[in-house]
């Protein structure tokens, strides 16, 4: 028999819902010695069987929900929910050629804290929970057999690992060590992916609609793209004719690749038409203003400002003071283009810190155009803290 836990009493209705969570306060008692990460079998107080989840003992979140079926946990089910996710994507595939992918968005695809980018032939892996970590071989083994073509590489080294009671760790699971240069394609841009060596998995693949929805903003403009990582927003900018992109951000490898992204693109770049800035956005932002130097359009793509409740309110203050400073650098009608990845800040909270930033810059902002995540990274109706990336496309008059 299975280790078990059963819950305090009331305490099923989430799980009724299908929300995959459940916390330790939730549980009343728990049955035989589940190993971290082990499959349990969920139950009400009164013995009615709800879920099988994974036991993280270190976590809040002491244990997430494998499944709401009486099926065992095994290659099957990993093939199952992998194939159900990429048959999901299949028409974003197609429509936006895409050959760099977010296959799996744990959760939000019944496959709690398990990340996987597919970048051509190599998929990339987060296992963010005991469950996942605990499940890894087995896991291999299903993506193989989804997709027998690819090498499968292991990057873990994330902090939340340690919630779990988990060391970070990467490295390749199968098949080859992937190259320092992967192109991908979307929407007709080629992006080199660093899949070792990058941030995250490689690339932030969850901007990609919003940065096809920001092409129709910068033709003939001058446009500061803030936090611009390997080129993103900058490259559909050069693409949709800017007439200047200055690409800013702290990470020399980043700016590098930015670069050489545009050129693989075959944008022209030259008379500074490129610009690659090695830079503090705080400070650059502040001697733009200070210098009145001033832009069409500024995007501003930050990383992510809070982790937990007790960081929200400086995220506030930092959201504020970056997207006031924007502001203040844009010419007279100019737009703003401004997200947020922290999934504390609502999107209604969101825009009540461009409202202030507003006040505070002495400008009268519209809001004219809203973004979410790309849709390789959907949402499940049960688990809505799946949405966690908005952004507001801004006129400043
Ligand atoms: N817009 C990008 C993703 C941005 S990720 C895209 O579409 O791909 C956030 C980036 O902010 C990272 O590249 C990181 O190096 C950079 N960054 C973090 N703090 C910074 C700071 N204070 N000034 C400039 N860049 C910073």
Redesign the pocket.
């Known amino acids: 028999m299975s280790p078990a836990i059963y819950l305090v009493k009331g305490r099923e209705k989430s799980l009724r819902r299908k929300h995959p969570w459940v916390f330790s306060r939730g549980i009343s008692k728990v049955e035989g010695e589940p190993e971290l990460g082990e499959t349990v079998d969920v139950f009400t107080n009164d013995g009615q069987w709800l879920a099988k989840a994974a036991y993280s003992p270190h976590s809040q979140i002491r244990a997430r929900v494998w499944s709401f079926d009486k099926q065992a946990i095994d290659k099957t089910f990993f093939v199952k929910r992998i194939q159900d996710a990429n048959l999901l994507r299949q028409d974003i595939i197609e429509r936006d050629g895409l050959t760099g992918y977010r296959l799996i968005a744990a959760e939000s695809d019944g496959l709690p804290g398990i990340t996987i980018d597919k970048y051509q032939n190599f998929l990339v892996c987060q296992l963010l929970s005991a469950g996942a970590d605990y499940n890894r071989q087995t896991l291999v083994e299903a993506l193989r057999e989804v997709f027998p073509e690819c090498s499968i590489y292991e990057r873990s080294d994330v902090a939340v690992r340690k919630k779990e009671g988990l060391e970070q760790t990467t490295g390749v699971l199968f098949g080859d060590e992937p190259p320092k240069s992967v192109v991908i394609e979307e929407n007709g841009i080629k992006i080199s992916v660093d899949i070792v060596g990058g941030?995250k998995t490689g690339?932030?693949l969850d901007?990609r609609d919003s940065?096809q929805q920001s092409m129709k903003y910068v033709k003939d403009k001058e446009v500061l793209?803030?936090?611009?990582?390997?080129?993103?927003?900058g490259l559909y900018a050069l693409k949709g004719g800017a007439k200047r992109v200055i690409n800013?951000?702290?990470?020399q490898p980043?700016l590098d690749t930015a670069k050489a992204n545009a050129e693989l693109n075959g944008f022209d770049i030259s008379k500074k038409r490129g610009v690659f800035l090695n830079?503090?956005?705080?400070k650059?932002l502040r001697e733009y203003r200070d210098q009145g130097t001033k832009f069409d359009v500024v995007?501003m793509?930050?990383?992510k400002f809070a982790d937990n409740k007790s960081q929200l309110i400086g995220a506030c203050r930092g959201y504020k003071d970056i997207n006031m400073l924007a502001m203040q650098i844009l010419n007279p009608g100019g737009t703003l283009l401004t997200y947020s990845c922290s999934g504390l800040m609502d999107q209604v909270l969101f825009q009540k810190v461009i409202a202030d930033a507003a006040v505070d810059a002495n400008r009268q902002v519209k809001f004219v155009e809203r973004f979410e995540q790309a849709a390789d990274h959907p949402t499940d109706t049960a688990y809505p803290e799946g949405f966690y990336l908005k952004g507001f496309a801004c006129k400043v008059l």
């Open positions: 941030h690339f932030y901007q940065r793209n803030c936090f611009s990582y390997t080129g993103g927003f800013a951000d702290v990470s980043a830079a503090d956005v705080f650059l995007i793509d930050p990383p």
